[in-house]
């Protein structure tokens, strides 16, 4: 079964702090890894995605990946209040299925 | 540039009746997955269709089928609704093997 793991929070940061975003997959074979955010009735919208080693950076949100922790984060910088909302962690493993952890969900308070 | 659209918004079904969802991709994708949402979970694959042919499916009973049209688009039907069946279901487009991106949803009650 395979499977992305995720902290469901609710993590609480202050506007203008960094919001960091964890999740951690069981598939090695994984190819291709996404963030997805969900404002609460709203369906999910693609924020990020990432494919190799390393940090792929676009304006206040960086992606890191690491293939040998079988691990990938989401860094907010300068949090805002209308970033609340719930993140999920999707990985693809080259069937074109993704799966998703059961999202995080994120408050920033003035 | 029309991106993924959904209908119906929201839909009231009782138990044992059948649905059928409707979904149109985003201009030049030519695949369509749809997922289930349960309230606070992440969304779970149901099966995805390419050149009108299922080409993966999920973990779900044959009460779910769907079919895609020479158009790209696509219909979910589900059969012997069951409360457990109600919740958000997504349809997500996309290119070959690219990225997915969501429709709207269609908000599903079984009462």
């Known amino acids: 079964q395979k499977e992305v793991e995720q902290n469901s929070g609710p993590l609480s940061v202050p506007e203008g702090a960094i919001a960091s975003l964890n999740c951690t997959y069981s598939d090695r074979g994984s190819q291709s890894f996404f963030w997805y955010r969900q404002y609460s009735g709203k369906s999910p919208e693609l924020i990020m995605s990432?494919?190799?080693?390393g940090d792929k950076e676009d304006g206040r949100f960086t992606a890191q990946l690491n293939k040998a922790s079988q691990y990938v984060s989401l860094l907010i910088r300068d949090s805002q209040p209308s970033d609340s909302a719930t993140y999920l962690c999707?990985?693809?493993?080259?069937?074109?299925?993704?799966?998703f952890g059961t999202g995080t969900r994120l408050q920033v308070f003035p | 540039d029309a991106g993924v659209t959904q209908s119906p918004t929201h839909l009231i079904k009782t138990r044992g009746q059948q649905v059928t969802l409707r979904c149109s991709p985003k201009s030049g994708h030519d695949t369509v997955s749809w997922y289930q949402q349960a309230l606070g979970q992440g969304p779970q694959f149901i099966f995805q269709?390419?050149?009108?042919?299922?080409?993966q499916r999920g973990n779900f009973p044959d009460r779910f089928s769907g079919h895609q049209f020479p158009n790209y688009s696509s219909e979910l039907n589900v059969n012997a609704l069951l409360l457990g069946d109600s919740a958000l279901y997504l349809c997500?487009?996309?290119?070959?093997?690219?990225?997915?991106?969501f429709g709207p949803g269609t908000r599903l009650t079984v009462l």
């Open positions: 990432i494919y190799s080693n």
């Open positions: 999707a990985v693809n493993d080259n069937t074109d299925k993704l799966i």
């Open positions: 269709y390419y050149e009108e042919e299922e080409r």
């Open positions: 997500a487009s996309s290119f070959l093997y690219n990225e997915q991106f």
